[in-house]
């Protein structure tokens, strides 16, 4: 995967940069003997891991179709992974900028300190973050913004169920009292392609 290091200013200027390349570092430009690559390489190898997990070792189909459809999207840079803005949470975000669309998977700055803290609830967060992802490179935020929450949470759900015997938070649970079969069929449809930028 790859990863965008995003100059530390204020939230909206740090994720508008993350937009624009030359604004922006790309991981492979930073001094591998600095913090700040080292912490990049750890949230990028986390991202990385956690995506080839879900794409090959979730018990459902769903969620690893989902995820194979989030490796080749980050992949293709549709979306693109970036670390600076200081967010709370692993999260999707999407901006117009002039006549296009751009969109970001933000982890926080301590994400790593986060998945050794609680490794399932980060696990979910790619999840969620992901679902939305996914979305927006099918244009469902166009044509059926209502589901894409929604969507995200049922496909949380569906990973939950997996690790339903473990010792799960209060939003965990509360994912799953909304959601308690997982994936609601009626909330998928038919994915398209991900391929190269045209």
Known sequence: MYLEIVPDRDLVAQVLT???PEAGQQINQLDP???QYQRAKKVETAFTAGVAFLRAEAVSEQIRSMAADVWDICHHRHVVLALGPAVKTFSFAA??????IQALLLPPLNWVEMIEADPVLQLGAIVMAGSQAVD???RRFETDLENVQKRARAFEAELLLA???TALNDYQKGILKEYPFGMDPGLLYPRRKVVGPS
Not at 95 to 100: E, N
């Open 95 to 100: 901006f117009k900028r002039g006549g296009s």
């Open 33 to 35: 003997k600095t913090e």
């Open 18 to 20: 993350a937009f624009f």
């Open 163 to 165: 690790f339903r015997e």
């Open 136 to 138: 927006f490179y099918n």
